[in-house]
């Protein structure tokens, strides 16, 4: 305990990276919102309300962990990763709308993010360490995903036709899975993060 409190920081307001996030989550939620065009509006006024909702969720971690810099800036970038991943995976889901291959892919996705999430411990682990049996468990379920996902994407493409604006919904959306199978990690203490850092640790 003694370790903790000489290690740890206090973040002011002017240094917890709130509003750089916010201004991230505009860069990347607004130019996604169109795709597809024909929703554009809607989706411009969506993605700017749960930026701000994130932005206001971020600001009360820092409310609570503004005394430990360690732990706000790890749940600060867990709730950034996942807005992102957010983002970055909607884009694809608006083009599949009223098809079987959206019901698809949305349940898969939200499998996916609640296994990692009832994982965040092992994810860490996996990532801190690859040595041990948590990076095995990245890896097999992220391309147990990409293969549904994949599969997905590549029969509505078969049995639709296919505009060139869906390649780049198709890489936002990796892109996007790979942050939600990183995302959980954040959730570990600094404390367990060393803990887990440890060869000796199983």
Same mark, same amino acid.
């Given at each position: 305990m003694e370790t903790k409190k000489m290690t740890t920081k206090n973040v002011s307001f002017s240094n917890n990276r709130i509003f750089i996030t916010f201004t991230l989550f505009l860069m990347i939620g607004l130019p996604a919102s169109f795709i597809p065009e024909e929703t554009y509006i809607k989706w411009l006024l969506i993605n700017f309300f749960i930026a701000v909702i994130l932005t206001v969720v971020n600001y009360m971690i820092w409310t609570k962990q503004k005394h430990d810099s360690k732990r706000y800036f790890s749940l600060h970038s867990f709730v950034m990763m996942l807005g992102l991943a957010f983002y970055a995976t909607s884009p694809i889901l608006r083009l599949f709308y009223t098809s079987m291959y959206f019901w698809i892919l949305l349940g898969g996705l939200i499998l996916y993010t609640v296994f990692l999430l009832?994982?965040?411990?092992?994810?860490?682990?996996?990532?801190?360490?690859?040595?041990?049996?948590?990076?095995?468990?990245?890896?097999?379920?992220?391309?147990?995903?990409?293969?549904?996902?994949?599969?997905?994407?590549?029969?509505?493409?078969?049995?639709?036709?296919?505009?060139?604006?869906? &390649?780049?919904?198709?890489?936002?959306?990796?892109?996007?899975?790979?942050?939600?199978?990183?995302?959980?990690?954040?959730?570990?203490?600094? &404390?367990?993060?060393?803990?887990?850092?440890?060869?000796?640790?199983?």
């Open positions: 009832s994982k965040y411990d092992a994810i860490a682990g996996g990532l801190l360490n690859p040595r041990k049996k948590g990076f095995k468990l990245l890896v097999f379920s992220f391309f147990a995903i990409v293969f549904v996902a994949g599969s997905s994407i590549w029969g509505y493409m078969l049995a639709s036709d296919a505009a060139p604006v869906n &390649e780049v919904a198709v890489i936002l959306f990796f892109m996007g899975l790979f942050l939600l199978m990183v995302a959980p990690s954040m959730l570990v203490t600094p &404390e367990r993060a060393e803990e887990l850092k440890a060869p000796q640790h199983n």
